[in-house]
């Protein structure tokens, strides 16, 4: 696209036909404002800007496109070319080039074929810049999964009738200074294509902290949605934890489709066939709530915080919770409420019949080694 700012007609409409008869699509514009409207609505390749006219002259107008479009090519026009003017605009970076008028058909063409060439070595480098970037983002992503610096966090689950820890959640951590953190990673490993390694990294440090776990507690893992499309992968990553099925819970986010993820129903069947068992994660927080619940059977639904939130204070939140664990209750299914950060919080998902609580009022999560430390040196003392 190749954009014309000349308050001439005639000038616009001579440059504008050379241009078309060489193949180029041509918008005109009569004055600099006329011509900034234009550029706001559609990527301009080659500006070819009068430098006097009324109101904006051809440097601002040039300085503009600069700053709304940095890989337009931007050339000033001068019916009295002089080096004053020539320096101003090149010194400012406004202009990358400097034709005198009138402007010859060779001028021209020289000009758009540097502009076009101009372009092709721009895409060329952003995809060579793209290329190494993918390429030392997946050796980054692929170091990390391999290093210490991959880790799991816990926070407990625990019994509503007492109080005590039944279970802990695991959260993915990471101390890598560019993935810094859990969304960071996943997104990664999902560019990548490396959701599957991921998992396995997950399970085998799931594993290492259910050796160290007393046997009574359960440990609940996130299941990445892609994993369910990928029922071979993940029986593969089950036998990891294949000694622990009895303990290990596998959260599925409601919010994930299931209808996107090919092969789930062996999936689900692989994990249940196993002796593993499953939750529904994050109920409330999407749209597909019941059909999630109706195909997954869960043994395990927790209900998401944005319903849990303020619950002793809003009446809606808390006849929604009510009327889900009594939905638990016919379908023989465990309520774990999420985040709860009061004690009036708890106190009411209680007396709906929750039967396990999760949320920063027990405990904020912690690094597994951390708390495993914790509970070994409180043993031996």
């Not at 204070?313 to 309520?335: I, Q, S």
């Not at 919080?345 to 609580?357: I, K, N």
Request: charged content about 25%.
């Amino acid at each position: 696209m190749v954009l014309v700012v000349d308050d001439d007609e005639s000038v616009r409409r001579a440059l504008a036909l050379m241009l078309q008869h060489a193949g180029h699509e041509v918008l005109t514009a009569p004055d600099g404002e006329s011509a900034l409207e234009l550029a706001r609505e559609r990527l301009v390749d080659l500006a070819l800007v009068d430098r006097r006219m009324e109101g904006l002259d051809g440097i601002t107008v040039l300085a503009r496109l600069r700053e709304m479009q940095p890989m337009c090519t931007r050339v000033l026009l001068s019916g009295s070319l002089d080096l004053d003017t020539a320096l101003e605009a090149v010194n400012l970076g406004c202009a990358t080039h400097v034709l005198e008028k009138p402007i010859g058909l060779s001028d021209l063409t020289a000009v758009v074929e540097d502009t076009m060439r101009s372009r092709v070595r721009m895409i060329e480098a952003y995809h060579d810049l793209e290329r190494i970037h993918r390429s030392a983002g997946r050796m980054r992503l692929m170091t990390l999964l391999g290093s210490d610096d991959l880790k799991l966090a816990i926070q407990p689950i625990v019994d509503s009738r007492d109080g005590t820890i039944s279970a802990y959640e695991c959260l993915l951590r990471s101390a890598d200074p560019v993935l810094s953190g859990p969304l960071s990673v996943l997104h990664a490993a999902e560019e990548h294509g490396l959701v599957g390694r991921l998992a396995e990294a997950v399970a085998l440090r799931a594993s290492t902290i259910l050796n160290a776990l007393p046997g009574h507690l359960r440990l609940f893992v996130n299941l990445h949605p892609a994993e369910l499309g990928d029922p071979e992968g993940l029986d593969e990553r089950l036998r990891m934890l294949q000694r622990h099925a009895s303990r290990v819970t596998f959260e599925i986010t409601e919010r994930s489709s299931l209808a996107d993820a090919r092969g789930w129903e062996r999936s689900v069947e692989t994990i249940l066939r196993r002796g593993f068992t499953v939750a529904v994660d994050d109920l409330g927080s999407g749209y597909s709530s019941l059909s999630v619940l109706a195909e997954l059977q869960p043994r395990y639904i927790k209900i998401d915080m944005s319903i849990v939130r303020d619950i002793d204070r809003v009446p809606r939140k808390h006849r929604l919770f009510d009327l889900l664990c009594r939905f638990a209750d016919a379908t023989d299914t465990l309520v774990v409420a999420e985040g709860i950060e009061t004690q009036a919080e708890a106190d009411v998902v209680r007396s709906c019949g929750a039967h396990f609580m999760q949320g920063y009022l027990f405990a904020r999560p912690e690094l597994a080694d951390v708390v495993l430390g914790r509970q070994n040196g409180e043993r031996a003392a």
